[in-house]
């Protein structure tokens, strides 16, 4: 049995098809620049507090999708979008004529919600005590006084 050492049969790293100008992946990674391109652009002229809730989508055609995280935001960042087509236009790199906003939330990054429960402060904790000791059900006054007790500064 012989065996054959043809370079053509042995897998070629990712980098380089990535470096390769005339591969198959040169369309896409343009299109990847285009659309990050298009993001930084859009969080530039969105601002810190709009930019944040909106991601571009796509790019087809000189159509640019935006994808905002809720219709409230939706409804904001469209009020945006002339702002946004003059941006883009003065820019020039990048082909587009419309912007369309949908919602939806794919690829959005947030921060994941916090499960711990915050500490109560020295007046909530003082009210839940005083709620306790006028309550006469047992297990009502046993539940508010454990609530109290969720302070997170010592009692002065």
């Known amino acids: ?21 005339s591969g198959r992946l040169t369309p896409l990674l343009e299109r990847v620049r285009l659309l990050q391109r298009a993001e930084h652009l859009l969080r530039e002229t969105l ?8 991601r571009a989508g796509g790019l087809t055609g000189g159509r640019l999708v935006l994808l905002a995280d809720s ?8 009020y945006a979008v002339p702002a946004l087509l003059e941006r883009l236009e003065g820019e020039g790199d990048i082909p587009v004529r419309e912007i369309q906003v949908r919602v939806g939330r794919a690829s959005i990054a947030r921060e994941p919600a916090s499960r711990r429960a915050r500490p109560l402060g020295e007046e909530t904790a003082r009210n839940l ?14 539940a508010l006084l454990r609530l109290a007790r969720r302070r997170g500064r010592p009692e002065s």
């Open 129 to 142: 005590r005083e709620t306790a000791e006028a309550v006469g059900d047992e297990a009502l006054r046993s």
């Open 71 to 78: 219709p409230v935001w939706a409804t904001r960042i469209r």
């Open 47 to 54: 601002g810190v507090d709009l930019g944040a809730h909106c």
């Open 1 to 21: 049995m012989k065996i054959n050492l043809n370079r053509s049969r042995f897998p070629i790293r990712f980098a380089r098809l990535l470096e390769s100008r």
